[in-house]
């Protein structure tokens, strides 16, 4: 009785035993639901693989496709994860190549594996794919990667680029890396049905990858020499041999004062405007004969160059195909030329011109067998000649400042407490003695505090302006030096009552070798040109500058330079 009992309740045409075979059912119809899914999926894969292109020639269109890649990978094969390992010849290892399907990009970063570690190094060197279904206790595996990953099971097969010829016959084959596929779905495990796919879908990857690289390189490559040639100074033009224009760089286009275009395909003789440049380009086609000469362009400064031009010939060397023509700006270096022959001359004059007076006043003594010339007079010529070889040995130290400067090598200082007020009296006092017509005044504010610096190079300054305040004043007047203390700093004027200085010579005066020389009585005064740019520097080397902070032409300058107390950063020598 129990028992019918119990039949009715738990038997096959029981509720209870119906309601569990329903179960059964349901849970069969939905496994198969899910295998429909799946093989639906692999074949939209299978048939749109085709869409993944063997060209690509930007960096983020390798990353799609090697995105859909990895995808389609993964439907095809059912498996969690997909990732590409990449061999780094230099560091000789295998790393990702994103994207990678199923892992974060930390685990990808931090995958680094040696050519010759686990399943990766394996596959690489012996170009054999690897199936293993128990990745924990497959001695292949290297478990913390297997551990990192959650690897349980997994398919890696080589990267191989295949070359083949004109009849598809194999010429050359080379692993580029590997493609793991890890974790079969549905806890499968992988088949060689699936490792057959992988290989398939691995050579299409490493096709696209290697193509990618290819276009990638040459692209990276063009576009480096495009901006080079953008952005150098050096004009170039290349122009065939119809004379139709196939490269004019923008320096070009500056250069022939053209507007910012590309004139690339036009006619030669519709853009490069009548001229010299385009005469050396058109001879240079006609006589097939490279060429160099130097050009002068531009209306209003009439710039410089040198010009080149080359022959591009064609494969056979037997006709010509195009001339390059390079121009280069060599207005300054022209400049500077003129600047030095011109600046040896004026340095020969003024070594030359206190000599002559020194040898003048030294033969009249010698000669002077009768005593013509009493005591006073005599020591007059020997205070002449005493001050002309102040002028020659300040003329030379300015010079081999100089000439360390142009050499590169810092001016070195030796610092020392430095008393503003003595120095600044004391260089007064050293040139009173050579002007009647000028008063040199000294005067230090109170309380000025002494300054860490080099007491002969201060001094150079200071000569300096106090000499350039007496040369340019020749009616004579004041000559003021004024020190004053500013807190962290101290500032020396220098004012004279002399020529002034007109206006569009106010900033270049410091410059190298410039000297005002439009005006009569600037151009009677002997100089070099070198004083302000030496004071310049002397300045600079103690961290402070040097300045014209004022000038009127007919009344005077005033030169002013201020020097931190403590000059840090200045090149201090220290010895060795
Ligand atoms: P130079 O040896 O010619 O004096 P500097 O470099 O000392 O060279 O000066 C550059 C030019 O600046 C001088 O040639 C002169 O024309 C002008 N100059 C410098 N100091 C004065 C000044 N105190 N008054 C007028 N002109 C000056």
Not at 390 to 415: A, F, M, P, V, Y
Not at 477 to 491: L, M, T
Request: glycine share 6%; net charge negative.
């Amino acid at each position: 009785m129990s028992d019918t009992v119990s039949d009715q309740k738990d038997g096959p045409d029981s509720p209870r035993g119906l309601r569990r075979e329903l179960e059964h059912y349901r849970l069969v119809v939905e496994e198969m639901r899910r295998r429909i899914r799946a093989l639906e999926d692999e074949l939209e894969a299978a048939s749109t693989m085709a869409e993944v292109p063997s060209v690509v020639v930007t960096r983020p269109e390798l990353r799609n496709t090697l995105g859909r890649l990895v995808k389609k990978v993964a439907m095809i094969i059912q498996a969690e994860k997909v990732l590409l390992l990449l061999h780094q010849p230099e560091a000789g290892v295998l790393t990702v190549l994103p994207p990678a399907l199923g892992i974060t990009e930390e685990q990808a970063d931090s995958l680094n594996i040696g050519v010759a570690d686990g399943v990766s190094g394996a596959v690489f060197t012996d170009r054999k794919s690897i199936i293993y279904n128990d990745a924990l206790n497959d001695p292949r595996t290297l478990k913390e990667i297997v551990s990192l990953l959650a690897v349980r099971n997994g398919i890696c097969v080589p990267l191989v680029i295949k070359q083949r010829d004109e009849e598809e016959r194999l010429v050359d084959e080379r692993v580029i890396g590997v493609m793991h596929v890890l974790n079969k779905r549905f806890d499968e495990d992988f088949t060689n049905e699936d490792l057959r796919l992988a290989e398939m879908l691995a050579e299409q990857g490493a096709a696209v990858i290697s193509n990618a690289q290819l276009y990638i390189q040459l692209t990276e490559e063009k576009e480096e020499l495009q901006e080079a040639f953008e952005s150098i100074h050096v004009g170039v033009i290349v122009v065939n041999r119809s004379g139709v224009v196939r490269l004019l760089n923008p320096a070009a286009a500056e250069m022939l004062d053209l507007p910012d275009g590309d004139y690339s395909g036009q006619e030669m003789g519709s853009v490069i405007p009548p001229g010299e440049a385009r005469d050396l380009l058109q001879t240079t086609l006609e006589a097939a004969e490279e060429r160099t000469t130097e050009i002068t362009m531009g209306e209003e400064d009439g710039r410089v160059y040198q010009a080149q031009t080359t022959l591009m010939v064609d494969e056979d060397a037997s006709e010509v195909e195009s001339v390059v023509a390079i121009f280069n700006d060599i207005t300054e270096i022209r400049r500077v030329e003129r600047m030095k022959t011109a600046f040896v001359s004026t340095v020969s004059h003024e070594l030359r011109t206190p000599l002559t007076s020194i040898k003048g006043f030294i033969s009249t003594l010698l000669e002077d067998d009768e005593g013509m010339y009493d005591e006073e007079t005599r020591r007059e010529f020997l205070i002449i000649i005493n001050e002309e070889c102040d002028r020659l040995t300040r003329l030379i130290s300015d010079l081999l400042n100089i000439s360390k400067i142009e050499s590169g090598r810092g001016l070195e200082l030796q610092l020392s407490d430095v008393d503003l007020e003595v120095l600044i009296n004391r260089v007064a006092a050293n040139h009173q003695p050579y002007t009647k017509k000028h008063e040199i005044i000294a005067i230090a504010s109170d309380g000025l505090e002494p300054i860490r610096a080099d007491a002969d190079k201060l001094t150079q300054i200071l000569d300096n302006l106090v000499g350039n305040a007496i040369k340019y004043s020749p009616n004579g007047g004041r000559v003021e030096i004024v020190a004053r203390d500013e807190g962290d700093s101290v500032r020396i004027d220098v004012t004279d009552q002399g020529l002034g200085i007109p206006e569009r010579h106010r900033n270049r005066i410091f410059q190298r070798f410039h000297q005002v020389d439009d005006d009569v009585d600037h151009k009677s005064i002997g100089g070099t040109g070198i004083g302000l740019y030496l004071v310049q520097h002397l300045a600079h080397a103690h961290g402070g500058r040097v300045w014209l902070d004022r000038s009127v032409v007919g009344e005077g300058s005033t030169f002013s330079v201020r020097l931190p107390k403590h000059p840090e950063g200045a090149l201090e020598h220290r010895g060795v």
